[in-house]
């Protein structure tokens, strides 16, 4: 893995008595390496913790950016604190998650009790965002299972852990771009892949912000991030992809469905398939008929 930071910053995040895994599942989706409940107070209370790869402000706005729909939800105390190999103590917290039809989430303690007939997605859990244990993380997988991946291109936009960028290539994509803003992530990704047997032709990991100045055209592009970027990449769709391609987008909560939906029709993309878990949902699109990309 990569060097450990001296310390890292915490946000504490206050709810609702019996708000706890609302709770876990924003500070999760908000790139949080991990997180533990505070005792002793009448309301519900998870300080969650941050890289000291980015500043403390580029956190908080992530934080505030996934608890806009959640008005409830309260940040009541920031700080650093001395790094703790949180995922020691937390190993038996990841047990093998059977994601879809054929795939199976896995830490890598756990090589060798893959389940007969899964694909093992070996992922380090407590680094960048992408466990596989959030529900839009498998979600994008279950969708990313449904679509004919062999022999295709795919880009991974926002890809944290780069657990879709490496599902993209046990799924049988020739070539994947896993690009993400924070170049903090790009050892995880590496060493995720280095876990996984997949070689370095096929999955580039790159610094982008969304798709900008984004050079390739795919047949896929993944993205699990927030609405706000997702809303950003969808004038630069199109452009990204090939002729017959299609997308699959996540991390927004079900109350936002509406919105994406009103903006997919304004861009022109159709609905392929939706997914629902609890209270995330995904889905997959493809530009209207009349409306797909021209030859590459």
Same mark, same amino acid.
């Given at each position: 893995?990569?060097?450990?930071?001296?310390?890292?910053?915490?946000?504490?995040?206050?709810?609702?008595?019996?708000?706890?895994?609302?709770?876990?599942?924003?500070?999760?989706?908000?790139?949080?390496?991990?997180?533990?409940?505070?005792?002793?107070?009448?309301?519900?209370?998870?300080?969650?913790?941050?890289?000291?790869?980015?500043?403390?402000?580029?956190?908080?706005? &992530?934080? $505030?950016? =996934?608890?806009?729909?959640?008005?409830?939800?309260? %940040?009541? /105390?920031?700080? +650093?604190?001395?790094?703790? *190999?949180?995922?020691?103590?937390?190993?038996?917290?990841?047990?093998?998650?059977?994601?879809?039809?054929?795939?199976?989430?896995?830490?890598?303690?756990?090589?060798?009790?893959?389940?007969?007939?899964?694909?093992?997605?070996?992922?380090?859990?407590?680094?960048?965002?992408?466990?596989?244990?959030?529900?839009?993380?498998?979600?994008?997988?279950?969708?990313?299972?449904?679509?004919?991946?062999?022999?295709?291109?795919?880009?991974?936009?926002?890809?944290?852990?780069?657990?879709?960028?490496?599902?993209?290539?046990?799924?049988?994509?020739?070539?994947?771009?896993?690009?993400?803003?924070?170049?903090?992530?790009?050892?995880?990704?590496?060493?995720?892949? &280095?876990? $996984?047997? =997949?070689?370095?032709?096929?999955?580039?990991?790159? %610094?982008? /912000?969304?798709? +900008?100045?984004?050079?390739? *055209?795919?047949?896929?592009?993944?993205?699990?991030?927030?609405?706000?970027?997702?809303?950003?990449?969808?004038?630069?769709?199109?452009?990204?992809?090939?002729?017959?391609?299609?997308?699959?987008?996540?991390?927004?909560?079900?109350?936002?469905?509406?919105?994406?939906?009103?903006?997919?029709?304004?861009?022109?993309?159709?609905?392929?398939?939706?997914?629902?878990?609890?209270?995330?949902?995904?889905?997959?699109?493809?530009?209207?008929?009349?409306?797909?990309?021209?030859?590459?």
């Amino acid at each position: 893995m990569s060097v450990e930071e001296s310390f890292w910053w915490y946000v504490t995040l206050e709810g609702r008595d019996g708000d706890g895994e609302v709770l876990e599942s924003l500070v999760d989706l908000s790139g949080s390496i991990g997180a533990e409940h505070q005792e002793g107070t009448d309301r519900c209370r998870v300080r969650a913790f941050y890289r000291s790869s980015q500043d403390v402000a580029f956190w908080l706005k &992530r934080v $505030n950016e =996934v608890l806009e729909p959640w008005p409830r939800i309260s %940040v009541v /105390d920031v700080g +650093k604190v001395e790094n703790q *190999r949180w995922h020691v103590a937390w190993q038996e917290s990841f047990p093998p998650l059977e994601v879809g039809k054929t795939l199976v989430v896995m830490a890598p303690w756990h090589r060798g009790a893959e389940p007969p007939g899964r694909r093992p997605l070996y992922i380090y859990p407590g680094s960048a965002f992408g466990t596989g244990y959030h529900e839009t993380t498998q979600i994008m997988l279950e969708l990313m299972e449904s679509t004919p991946l062999e022999g295709k291109a795919v880009a991974d936009i926002g890809t944290g852990s780069g657990i879709l960028a490496i599902a993209a290539a046990r799924l049988g994509a020739r070539s994947v771009v896993a690009r993400d803003l924070d170049p903090a992530v790009m050892p995880e990704i590496q060493e995720n892949c &280095r876990l $996984n047997a =997949v070689p370095p032709e096929v999955v580039t990991a790159e %610094v982008g /912000d969304l798709l +900008k100045d984004f050079r390739h *055209r795919v047949d896929l592009v993944v993205a699990n991030i927030l609405l706000e970027p997702l809303l950003t990449m969808l004038p630069h769709l199109r452009e990204a992809l090939l002729p017959g391609g299609r997308a699959i987008f996540s991390g927004m909560v079900q109350k936002e469905r509406e919105r994406f939906l009103e903006a997919l029709r304004e861009h022109r993309f159709d609905v392929q398939e939706e997914r629902s878990r609890g209270e995330w949902w995904g889905v997959a699109v493809a530009p209207e008929a009349g409306s797909e990309p021209s030859g590459a």
